[in-house]
């Protein structure tokens, strides 16, 4: 007993660890997004007061302003259950967004002539998918992987403006906190909170010129490297300390 309390106490602090560690990574993202890279820039009032200060020659824009087209995924009556099948083009669902990436279900998927008759729904790369039911605003970045998969029923999918917008840099400021809160201060729904276009479209956004946005999403992508790594061997001695720990009770046990 004495011997495992040293190993939980071990363990909770490395556990306590990677909580800070997400903390930093979020504080991070949300200030490089919205403040910049250079903490000596000029300021300027956003007139959103969650957003506070941004850059003096960063512009507020909505979300709409910067889309091509947002488009809710096909109606419950396009897509019935038994069109789907084993190991097809998948279908993307709230179910499928983990942690700001996309983990499809190949038993969610559907045949090329189905994929057809819905394509105004196809995904391209560079796209960033919402979920429209659960939790506000949970999204995904579209990447060469998922090119050419399908828009769910519960999705939503938001098509950039290249030429005004890095993906990866609007994806990186739809997914802070801020963002989160403001989905659900404006989302709709008695009995569960919805998003729709208007209201992913209505989001007030502080950008910036596509060079300046491509060079903060990546010194976010360094940075969060970093911290994947350090994340990754703590977890790896959590595991490490938890076989010991079983080890021990069975040694134990048997003598």
Same mark, same amino acid.
């Given at each position: 007993?004495?011997?495992? #309390?040293?190993?939980?106490?071990?363990?909770?602090?490395?556990?306590?660890?990677?909580?800070?560690?997400?903390?930093?990574?979020?504080?991070?993202?949300?200030?490089?997004?919205?403040?910049?890279? /250079?903490?000596? &820039?000029?300021? @300027?009032?956003?007139?959103?007061?969650?957003?506070? @200060?941004?850059?003096?020659?960063?512009? &507020? @824009?909505?979300? @709409?302003?910067? !889309?091509?087209?947002?488009?809710?995924?096909?109606?419950?009556?396009?897509?019935? #259950?038994?069109?789907?099948?084993?190991?097809?083009?998948?279908?993307?669902?709230?179910?499928?967004?983990?942690?700001?990436?996309?983990?499809?279900?190949?038993?969610?998927? =559907?045949?090329?002539?189905?994929?057809?008759?819905?394509?105004?729904? +196809?995904? $391209?790369?560079?796209?960033?998918?919402?979920?429209?039911?659960?939790? &506000?605003? +949970?999204?995904?970045?579209?990447?060469?992987?998922? /090119?050419?998969?399908?828009? *769910?029923? *519960?999705?939503?999918?938001?098509?950039?403006? &290249?030429?005004?917008?890095?993906?990866?840099?609007?994806?990186?400021?739809?997914?802070?906190?801020?963002?989160?809160?403001?989905?659900?201060?404006?989302?709709? *729904?008695?009995?569960?909170? $919805?998003? $729709?276009?208007?209201? =992913?479209?209505?989001?007030?956004?502080?950008?910036?010129?596509?060079?300046?946005?491509?060079? =903060? !999403?990546?010194?976010?992508?360094?940075?969060?490297?970093?911290?994947? #790594?350090?994340?990754?061997? $703590? +977890?790896?001695?959590?595991?490490?300390?938890?076989?010991?720990?079983?080890?021990?009770?069975?040694?134990?046990?048997?003598?």
């Amino acid at each position: 007993d004495r011997e495992t #309390a040293k190993i939980d106490a071990v363990i909770a602090k490395r556990q306590q660890l990677i909580g800070l560690l997400e903390e930093k990574r979020a504080a991070l993202i949300s200030r490089a997004v919205t403040k910049g890279l /250079d903490p000596t &820039m000029p300021m @300027k009032d956003s007139g959103v007061e969650w957003l506070g @200060k941004i850059p003096a020659h960063w512009e &507020m @824009k909505r979300l @709409k302003h910067l !889309a091509e087209s947002l488009q809710t995924g096909p109606f419950g009556t396009q897509l019935h #259950a038994d069109e789907y099948i084993d190991d097809g083009i998948p279908v993307i669902n709230p179910a499928h967004l983990e942690g700001g990436t996309i983990i499809p279900d190949w038993k969610c998927a =559907i045949d090329q002539v189905v994929f057809e008759r819905l394509c105004n729904h +196809r995904l $391209n790369e560079g796209d960033i998918v919402f979920a429209r039911r659960g939790e &506000m605003g +949970r999204c995904a970045l579209v990447t060469q992987k998922e /090119d050419g998969w399908l828009c *769910g029923t *519960g999705c939503l999918r938001v098509r950039l403006d &290249m030429r005004r917008s890095y993906t990866p840099f609007i994806n990186l400021l739809l997914s802070t906190k801020w963002a989160k809160d403001w989905f659900m201060l404006e989302s709709v *729904g008695t009995t569960m909170e $919805n998003l $729709n276009t208007e209201i =992913i479209g209505g989001i007030p956004l502080a950008f910036t010129t596509v060079e300046e946005q491509r060079r =903060i !999403a990546e010194e976010v992508a360094t940075l969060s490297s970093k911290i994947d #790594a350090i994340t990754t061997k $703590n +977890r790896e001695a959590i595991e490490t300390l938890q076989e010991f720990r079983s080890a021990l009770h069975l040694r134990c046990r048997d003598r």
